[in-house]
């Protein structure tokens, strides 16, 4: 059975602190691992498509990490703003085209 | 322009009635999923299809049937609503290449 976690599931955050989350996959017949970012009241958003072993990506104060062999990603945000309050998803598409969701990690950025 | 819209986004129905909930999407992608986010908020793959042809049909009751009547469009139809049926649905495209998916707004499906 494939498994994508998450952790923390809520994380609250004073204004300008950076804060990073984890998501975990299995590493078989992994294809991509993907972030989205979901505000509440809105459908998700596309932040990072990632597949290669090392891969980082970047987008303003938003980053984030790939390493497929021991099945993690890190998403890091730099400076968090309240704007970033969101819930963060991470998803991973295997090989023969199954995609699956983490539960999401819940951020409050309180100003 | 929406890029990927769902209609309705309220949906409101009895026990044992037939509805469908429609998509479009004006970005040329070849891959259109249903999903549905369950009780626990968790976004579940329902459907996949490719250049109209369905490439993941995950363990959903067959009530369910998704139709696309072409490639910017992939329809939810339910049959035999069910209570249990009361999620939100989201609609959602992406190319083979590029792989990211593009949601729709959601349909909010309430059976009463």
């Known amino acids: 059975i494939l498994n994508v976690e998450q952790s923390p599931q809520s994380l609250h955050v004073q204004e300008g602190d950076s804060t990073n989350f984890t998501c975990s996959f ?11 970012r979901w505000e509440t009241a809105k459908s998700p958003e596309a932040l990072f498509v990632m597949t290669l072993n090392g891969d980082e990506k970047k ?8 390493n497929t062999k021991e099945g993690y990603s890190y ?37 | 322009d929406t890029a990927v819209s769902q209609t309705p986004k ?3 129905t009895q026990m ?10 004006n970005l040329g992608h070849d891959t259109m999923y249903w999903y549905k986010q369950d009780s626990k ?15 993941i049909n995950e363990t959903v009751p067959n009530r369910f049937s998704p139709k696309s009547p072409d490639k910017a469009h992939l329809n939810l139809h339910i049959n035999s609503l ?11 495209s992406a190319t083979q290449t590029r792989d990211e998916a593009f949601f729709g707004q959601g349909t909010r499906l309430t059976v009463v």
């Open chain 1, 26 to 36: 299995p590493s078989s017949n992994f294809y991509a691992l993907h972030w989205y």
């Open chain 2, 82 to 92: 069910e209570l249990g049926d009361s999620a939100v649905y989201f609609c959602a």
């Open chain 2, 41 to 55: 908020k968790f976004l579940k793959i329902m459907f996949s299809y490719n250049n109209k042809e369905l490439i």
């Open chain 2, 16 to 25: 044992g009635n037939d509805k469908s909930i429609k998509c479009e999407q």
């Open chain 2, 10 to 12: 309220y949906l409101v």
């Open chain 1, 59 to 66: 987008k303003g104060r938003i980053s984030a990490t790939l």
């Open chain 1, 75 to 111: 998403l890091y945000i730099k400076g968090s703003q309240p704007e970033d309050s969101a819930t963060y998803l991470c998803a991973c598409k295997t090989s023969y085209d199954k995609v699956i969701f983490g539960p999401g990690t819940s951020l409050s950025v309180i100003p």
